[in-house]
């Protein structure tokens, strides 16, 4: 069976800037004050399993790990709980990414949403060792309207690299 879309662009190599600007722009997204609103998805997550997924030799559980810290001290939650689920994150991401790849995005999101779970399930037993409450199972909704932005995200983030090789300046792209 072949293919119904063929393109003649080429993925171009990501670019170290861009991808470090994206998970800034996801840990700005992380600091907005959302409240207790269900299903807002965890952006940092997110944009750390995208990258993890397509350049695992870029961003990795080191990233995972500082950002995971940066967005601790950002929400005041117990140091280390959001490094933790990040870490694992990024590790499960790095060994999927292979796979995860032979897929369209719409199926790519039911590759990653497990791992948005395992993330959120991380952070909440974190906190329920800490004493804290059960926060609910709406709480685990926002995986799976993180798994629903998958594909808009992962057409976002590969815009830039989508470049033609050869540039002519009769051609609007």
Do not use: K
Request: aromatic share 14%.
């Amino acid at each position: 069976m072949q293919p119904t879309h063929r393109s003649n662009r080429i993925l171009q190599p990501a670019r170290t800037w861009f991808i470090y600007l994206s998970l800034l722009l996801a840990l700005g997204f992380t600091y907005i004050p959302t409240g207790r609103l269900p299903g807002v998805p965890d952006w940092m997550a997110l944009v750390l399993a995208f990258w993890c997924i397509r350049e695992p030799l870029r961003v990795g559980m080191g990233a995972g790990f500082v950002f995971g810290l940066l967005i601790d001290v950002g929400h005041g939650a117990a140091m280390g709980q959001h490094a933790l689920a990040y870490v694992l994150l990024c590790y499960f991401a790095g060994v999927l990414s292979r796979r995860v790849l032979w897929f369209p995005p719409l199926q790519q999101s039911l590759h990653v949403l497990p791992l948005l779970l395992l993330a959120q399930f991380i952070m909440v037993a974190v906190r329920l060792i800490g004493g804290a409450e059960f926060p609910g199972w709406w709480y685990f909704g926002s995986s799976l309207t993180g798994a629903l932005c998958w594909a808009p995200l992962s057409f976002l983030l590969l815009l830039p690299q989508y470049q033609p090789v050869d540039r002519d300046d009769n051609r609007p792209i």
